[in-house]
């Protein structure tokens, strides 16, 4: 169970240590909430780790994990959804309310969706493979067709690797092999393939 921010500064003030710098030290900040789950889930903020459920918080610096089989979305803001597909590592590094915000995806896959239509600040997706960096976008990245793929369903997303990058916009995607390899160019996926994909998340 997590501790509660007020008792935790309380008992650092008993131990002499300063409230503004405790405070500092040992702030939770809230991302989202988590509107749905399917199999085993879970969060883990600084070591501590807890079972996921619907409506439960999300939080700044959390890991979100998923087991085999497992599925997970969580709304984050007001109008941005993550998903998780199963055996998913996915680590909110920073996220600005509806501004955008720095993802580390460890493993597996996710579908991000926010809408393009209002002003949004960028969203930046490190992954083993390479850095995704989108604007109100709603896209795929994560294993399809035996590579590490990224779809945009809607918007706009740049795909970096070392030696390379591309620009995929709606309808089209992109492979990856490795930091060290160029993003493949930008082609559009055929349906059965964004199915899969898709089906991978939801």
Do not use: C, Y
Not at 55 to 71: E, H, K
Request: charged share 20%; net charge positive.
């Amino acid at each position: 169970m997590l501790i509660h921010r007020r008792s935790l500064l309380i008992g650092l003030a008993l131990a002499g240590v300063r409230p503004g710098f405790a405070a500092a030290a040992m702030q939770i900040v809230e991302a989202g909430s988590v509107v749905q789950v399917t199999g085993q889930t879970t969060g883990q903020l600084r070591g501590e780790k807890r079972s996921l459920a619907v409506g439960n918080s999300v939080f700044i610096d959390d890991m979100l994990a998923t087991g085999s089989g497992a599925r997970l979305a969580a709304k984050l803001g007001e109008m941005t959804r993550l998903s998780l597909g199963e055996r998913t590592r996915v680590r909110i590094d920073k996220f600005l309310v509806d501004r955008g915000g720095e993802l580390v995806l460890e493993r597996g896959a996710i579908l991000f969706d926010r809408p393009d239509d209002k002003p949004s600040g960028p969203l930046d997706v490190t992954t083993p493979f390479g850095l995704i960096a989108a604007r109100g976008t709603k896209f795929f990245a994560g294993p399809s067709n035996g590579v590490f793929g990224v779809f945009v369903e809607h918007g706009l997303v740049t795909v970096r690797t070392r030696k390379g990058e591309v620009t995929l916009t709606n309808g089209q995607g992109t492979d990856l092999k490795s930091r060290n390899v160029a993003p493949t160019p930008p082609k559009s996926w055929g349906t059965t393939r964004i199915a899969q994909a898709l089906a991978s998340v939801t």
